[in-house]
């Protein structure tokens, strides 16, 4: 079992910092892409940023500048540091990997799939 728990969310006032952290735990052989989503309300989801397990980085064009993400390979980690926030920022953040679990003896890896954290909410409000 392979489980993604964000933490870090909360209010912040605009021009204000946030960092979020999301630490993958289980039976993991290996992570691959790891991203950061947000949905508003009446939003669909979209992607925020993501890092590979080289350190390449992919950022959506509203927080170029703004937001940074970084990973620890050695502690499946990936974290979001998000700076000049604004009120449009605000929305649920979600976590996502994509992992390949052990398979059940623990000799090889399975097939990467997406995994999902249970998100956290960040409003951005004066």
């Known amino acids: 079992q392979v489980q993604l728990v964000e933490s870090g969310g909360g209010l912040v006032q605009p021009g204000g910092s946030l960092r979020l952290s999301c630490a993958a735990s289980?039976?993991?052989?290996?992570?691959?892409?790891m991203g950061w989503y947000r949905q508003a309300p009446g939003k669909q989801r979209e992607l925020v940023a993501s890092?590979?397990?080289?350190?390449?980085?992919n950022y959506a064009d509203s927080v170029k500048g703004r937001f940074t993400i970084s990973r620890d390979n050695a502690k499946n980690t990936v974290s979001l540091q998000m700076n000049s926030l604004k009120p449009e920022d605000t929305a649920v953040y979600y976590c996502?990997?994509?992992?390949?679990?052990?398979?059940?003896?623990?000799?090889?890896?399975?097939?990467?799939?997406?995994?999902w954290g249970q998100g956290t909410q960040v409003t951005v409000s004066s």
């Open positions: 996502n990997g994509n992992i390949s679990p052990f398979n059940r003896f623990r000799t090889d890896a399975t097939s990467p799939r997406s995994y």
């Open positions: 289980g039976s993991i052989f290996s992570i691959n892409l």
């Open positions: 890092i590979t397990s080289g350190g390449n980085t």
